[in-house]
T-cell receptor
Framework: AQSVTQLDSQVPVFEEAPVELRCNYS??????LFWYVQYPNQGLQLLLK??????LVKGINGFEAEFNKSQTSFHLRKPSVHISDTAEYFC????????????FGRGTSLIVHP | EAQVTQNPRYLITVTGKKLTVTCSQN?????MSWYRQDPGLGLRQIYY???????DKGDVPEGYKVSRKEKRNFPLILESPSPNQTSLYFC??????????FGDGTRLSIL
């Protein structure tokens, strides 16, 4: 069965610094990968997705992620964070081939300090 | 507007009093799912449904029931709620291989 590991439960960073949130997955078949963001007291919103094609995926709010099949990773990056990026970030994988079943990581709390 | 609607948004109730959290989507999605979110544990899937009359257990189904009589609705039923079911609950829907669309969440407190 597929699984997702988010290696950091909390990432503190100063405003305008770059950030990387790490995500590794395990699956024996092709996968679809997603990053979601949850702002305080809100539901989850899709940041970006990888279904096929270019391994570098750009999302909303200046975030991007790179699919690395050999390392089974899908790390999320932003070159310069803002206070408003403080949120919980979830990596998720759907097993490929049209499978419905998603698996979520435990989440990474990004805390941006002024 | 495409959306997943959950009701109620907040509920405080007592142990043993049956409750239902409704979920409705207007995107004609086949797949629907319920999650609970607890601090440090992320999102854990309770039940999911691949289509009408097709439901299956997720990772933490104990104490919950679901039904899928219509494509758009997927209610979550707690027959005899207990304090350990105090949590933030999310409903989600999607088409195959596509991202989940989430509702705004239901915060349940069971005393």
């Amino acid at each position: 069965a597929q699984s997702v590991t988010q290696l950091d439960s909390q990432v503190p960073v100063f405003e305008e610094a770059p950030v990387e949130l790490r995500c590794n997955y395990s699956s024996s078949v092709s996968v679809y990968l997603f990053w979601y963001v949850q702002y305080p007291n809100q539901g989850l919103q899709l940041l970006l997705k990888y279904l096929s094609g270019s391994t570098l995926v750009k999302g909303i709010n200046g975030f991007e992620a790179e699919f690395n099949k050999s390392q089974t990773s899908f790390h999320l990056r932003k070159p310069s964070v803002h206070i408003s990026d403080t949120a919980e970030y979830f990596c998720a994988v759907n097993k490929g081939g049209g499978s419905y079943i998603p698996t979520f990581g435990r989440g990474t709390s990004l805390i941006v300090h002024p | 507007e495409a959306q997943v609607t959950q009701n109620p948004r907040y509920l405080i109730t007592v142990t043993g009093k049956k409750l239902t959290v409704t979920c409705s989507q207007n995107m004609n999605h086949e797949y629907m799912s319920w999650y609970r979110q607890d601090p440090g544990l992320g999102l854990r899937q309770i039940y999911y449904s691949m289509n009408v009359e097709v439901t299956d257990k997720g990772d933490v189904p104990e104490g919950y029931k679901v039904s899928r009589k219509e494509k758009r609705n997927f209610p979550l039923i707690l027959e005899s709620p207990s304090p350990n079911q105090t949590s933030l609950y999310f409903c989600a829907s999607s088409s195959p291989g596509e991202p989940q669309h989430f509702g705004d969440g239901t915060r349940l407190s069971i005393l």
